[in-house]
């Protein structure tokens, strides 16, 4: 399908979706929202895909969301279309690992959205920020929750308060992205680690997927059972088996995702 606001592309098991709306760096509207959700839906669906990647440009992975859009917007108006929720909603029950590759400004919509992603890799010029402050309202998309539990309750008080921005250099160090790369490498290096995934058991990478995130939504203890239970549940596979044999019998694992 195409897009007016997104660019996809479908290669080599990865889908790779950029935010395509360079006249207001990426600002996340509902049509680029409702696209957004559509096509990580159809990657998620799809059996020749394997990891998505999300991009911006080089200026931008998203500024926020739109506030020309928003600023005419009344309580019942936010309220009764739930804004966003059905969006992010979507993007979230993708079973699919997606990276966000992040260059420019991920500010407020653009940062939750990145933290949606289930990691993010960083170019050195990225920076990231939750704004909101400063239009009077507060993050809406998970923000001041997914924030704090990645870089703790100080510097998300620190960044939501003051609306300053982090670079990619502390956002490393804060743990909110995996990895800073040279801007230009930055495809390189998310496509590259897109590739090592999709090369990976889609069986055992769903269970990674699932255990991870269940550590965000449970106690240790009941997190712990999860990932025991999951652990236990890989033995009833195929792919264990030949994950196993390769390494004992020194050679390559051939996954077939059963
Ligand atoms: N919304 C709409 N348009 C934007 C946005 C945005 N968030 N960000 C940039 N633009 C537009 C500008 O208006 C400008 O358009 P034009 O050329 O037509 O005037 C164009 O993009 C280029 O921007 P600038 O000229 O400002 O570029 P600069 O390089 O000077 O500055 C900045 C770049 C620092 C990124 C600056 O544009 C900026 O501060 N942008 C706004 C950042 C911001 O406040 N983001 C938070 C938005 S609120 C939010 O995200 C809430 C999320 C929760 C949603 C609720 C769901 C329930």
Do not use: W
């Amino acid at each position: 399908m195409a897009y007016k606001t997104l660019i996809v592309e479908i290669e080599d098991h990865i889908a790779l979706i950029r935010l395509n709306r360079p006249d207001a760096l990426n600002a996340l509207n509902a049509e680029l929202l409702g696209e957004l959700a559509d096509a990580v839906t159809q990657a998620d669906a799809n059996d020749k895909v394997r990891c998505i990647v999300l991009t911006g440009s080089e200026k931008a992975f998203a500024a926020g969301a739109d506030i020309r859009e928003m600023s005419t917007k009344s309580f019942v108006d936010v309220f009764s279309e739930d804004l966003f929720t059905r969006e992010t909603e979507a993007i979230l029950a993708c079973r699919k690992p997606i990276i966000a590759a992040v260059s420019g400004y991920a500010l407020g919509g653009g940062c939750e959205l990145a933290m949606i992603c289930d990691f993010i890799i960083a170019a050195d010029t990225a920076k990231f920020g939750q704004p909101e402050i400063n239009l009077g309202v507060v993050a809406g998309i998970g923000g001041t929750q997914r924030l704090t539990r990645f870089v703790g309750k100080s510097k998300s008080m620190d960044m939501h308060l003051t609306g300053r921005f982090m670079d990619a250099e502390e956002a490393e160090r804060a743990g909110l992205v995996s990895r800073v790369v040279p801007a230009k490498k930055l495809m390189e290096e998310a496509m590259g680690a897109a590739q090592k995934i999709a090369e990976k058991s889609a069986l055992t990478v769903k269970a990674v997927k699932e255990s991870v995130n269940r550590s965000y939504e449970t106690t240790l203890r009941e997190g712990l059972l999860f990932e025991r239970r999951m652990f236990n549940a890989l033995f009833a596979t195929e792919d264990q088996t030949e994950g196993m044999a390769a390494f004992v019998e020194k050679r390559e694992p051939q996954f077939r995702d059963k």
